[in-house]
Protein backbone atom coordinates (compact mmCIF):
# COMPACT_ATOMS: atom_id res chain seq x y z
CA UNK A 1 0.00 0.00 0.00
CA UNK A 2 1.45 3.64 -0.93
CA UNK A 3 1.31 6.62 1.04
CA UNK A 4 -2.31 8.17 0.34
CA UNK A 5 -2.96 11.76 1.78
CA UNK A 6 -6.07 11.09 3.30
CA UNK A 7 -5.02 7.95 5.26
CA UNK A 8 -4.88 9.94 8.27
CA UNK A 9 -4.38 6.74 10.90
CA UNK A 10 -1.17 6.45 8.89
CA UNK A 11 0.32 9.99 9.66
CA UNK A 12 1.77 11.26 12.57
CA UNK A 13 0.01 13.24 15.34
CA UNK A 14 1.11 16.53 14.63
CA UNK A 15 -0.03 15.68 10.72
CA UNK A 16 -3.34 14.09 11.39
CA UNK A 17 -4.16 16.99 13.36
CA UNK A 18 -3.41 19.56 10.41
CA UNK A 19 -5.35 17.51 8.28
CA UNK A 20 -7.72 17.64 10.33
CA UNK A 21 -7.38 21.29 11.15
CA UNK A 22 -7.35 21.40 7.30
CA UNK A 23 -10.93 19.44 6.94
CA UNK A 24 -12.75 21.07 9.53
CA UNK A 25 -11.79 24.47 7.64
CA UNK A 26 -12.93 23.23 3.86
CA UNK A 27 -16.40 22.27 5.51
CA UNK A 28 -16.88 25.62 7.69
CA UNK A 29 -16.52 27.68 4.95
CA UNK A 30 -20.10 26.96 3.39
CA UNK A 31 -21.87 27.94 6.38
CA UNK A 32 -19.38 31.42 6.31
CA UNK A 33 -20.46 32.25 2.84
CA UNK A 34 -24.30 31.75 3.86
CA UNK A 35 -24.18 33.85 7.41
CA UNK A 36 -22.14 36.74 5.05
CA UNK A 37 -25.01 36.42 2.45
CA UNK A 38 -27.93 36.27 4.67
CA UNK A 39 -26.33 39.22 6.52
CA UNK A 40 -26.04 41.39 2.95
CA UNK A 41 -29.43 40.29 2.28
CA UNK A 42 -31.08 41.75 5.49
CA UNK A 43 -29.10 44.64 5.06
CA UNK A 44 -31.31 45.13 1.37
CA UNK A 45 -34.37 44.44 3.29
CA UNK A 46 -33.32 47.13 6.12
CA UNK A 47 -32.24 49.66 3.32
CA UNK A 48 -36.05 48.65 1.52
CA UNK A 49 -37.84 48.78 4.28
CA UNK A 50 -36.67 52.18 5.45
CA UNK A 51 -37.23 53.89 2.12
CA UNK A 52 -40.75 52.55 2.37
CA UNK A 53 -41.69 53.18 5.99
CA UNK A 54 -39.95 55.51 8.17
CA UNK A 55 -38.50 57.98 4.93
CA UNK A 56 -42.25 58.73 3.72
CA UNK A 57 -42.54 59.37 7.91
CA UNK A 58 -39.81 61.70 8.78
CA UNK A 59 -40.57 63.42 4.99
CA UNK A 60 -43.75 64.15 6.26
CA UNK A 61 -43.06 65.39 10.00
CA UNK A 62 -40.30 67.88 8.24
CA UNK A 63 -42.65 69.02 5.61
CA UNK A 64 -45.61 69.46 8.55
CA UNK A 65 -42.66 71.29 10.34
CA UNK A 66 -41.87 73.47 7.29
CA UNK A 67 -45.31 74.29 7.05
CA UNK A 68 -46.54 75.06 10.65
CA UNK A 69 -42.87 77.22 11.05
CA UNK A 70 -43.60 78.83 7.33
CA UNK A 71 -47.76 79.95 8.69
CA UNK A 72 -46.24 81.21 12.23
CA UNK A 73 -43.56 83.74 11.03
CA UNK A 74 -45.38 84.18 7.77
CA UNK A 75 -41.98 83.83 6.32
CA UNK A 76 -39.90 80.61 4.75
CA UNK A 77 -38.50 79.13 7.84
CA UNK A 78 -35.14 77.50 7.48
CA UNK A 79 -35.22 73.48 7.79
CA UNK A 80 -32.50 71.78 9.61
CA UNK A 81 -30.87 69.76 7.26
CA UNK A 82 -31.66 66.22 8.38
CA UNK A 83 -35.14 67.59 7.22
CA UNK A 84 -34.08 68.77 3.61
CA UNK A 85 -32.36 65.38 3.64
CA UNK A 86 -35.48 63.43 4.18
CA UNK A 87 -37.16 65.29 1.87
CA UNK A 88 -35.24 65.00 -1.01
CA UNK A 89 -34.63 61.50 -0.20
CA UNK A 90 -38.23 60.87 -0.76
CA UNK A 91 -38.13 62.84 -3.64
CA UNK A 92 -35.56 60.91 -5.17
CA UNK A 93 -37.44 57.48 -4.46
CA UNK A 94 -40.88 59.15 -5.55
CA UNK A 95 -39.99 61.04 -8.89
CA UNK A 96 -38.49 58.13 -10.77
CA UNK A 97 -41.15 56.04 -9.83
CA UNK A 98 -43.75 58.19 -10.98
CA UNK A 99 -41.93 58.81 -14.33
CA UNK A 100 -41.37 55.20 -14.83
CA UNK A 101 -45.20 53.96 -14.07
CA UNK A 102 -46.21 56.95 -16.26
CA UNK A 103 -44.65 56.23 -19.09
CA UNK A 104 -44.87 51.94 -19.18
CA UNK A 105 -46.99 49.79 -21.28
CA UNK A 106 -47.49 46.82 -19.02
CA UNK A 107 -48.72 45.04 -22.28
CA UNK A 108 -46.01 45.92 -24.42
CA UNK A 109 -43.69 44.73 -21.53
CA UNK A 110 -45.07 41.91 -21.32
CA UNK A 111 -44.98 40.88 -24.77
CA UNK A 112 -41.31 41.67 -25.27
CA UNK A 113 -40.19 39.49 -22.40
CA UNK A 114 -42.97 36.78 -23.58
CA UNK A 115 -41.38 36.83 -27.15
CA UNK A 116 -37.27 36.38 -26.10
CA UNK A 117 -36.97 32.49 -26.33
CA UNK A 118 -33.94 31.96 -23.65
CA UNK A 119 -36.22 34.20 -20.82
CA UNK A 120 -39.26 32.64 -20.19
CA UNK A 121 -40.04 34.08 -17.08
CA UNK A 122 -43.59 33.26 -16.09
CA UNK A 123 -43.56 34.18 -12.28
CA UNK A 124 -42.90 37.83 -13.37
CA UNK A 125 -45.50 37.24 -15.76
CA UNK A 126 -48.18 36.77 -13.01
CA UNK A 127 -46.87 39.06 -10.87
CA UNK A 128 -47.28 42.13 -13.33
CA UNK A 129 -50.89 40.58 -14.32
CA UNK A 130 -51.84 40.17 -10.80
CA UNK A 131 -49.75 43.59 -8.89
CA UNK A 132 -50.72 45.86 -12.01
CA UNK A 133 -52.91 48.59 -10.74
CA UNK A 134 -55.96 49.98 -12.63
CA UNK A 135 -56.58 46.66 -14.36
Not at 95 to 108: E, N, R
Not at 119 to 126: D, E, G, P, R, T
Request: net charge positive.
Amino acid sequence: MGSHPYRIHHLSSSEAANCRERIANFLAVPLAVEKITLFGALLCLDGFLYNFTVLPLRAAFALYRFVRLSLRTRSLAPLPPSHINSILRLLLVLVPTVVLLVGMDASKMYHTVRGQDTIKLYVIFNALEVGWPGE
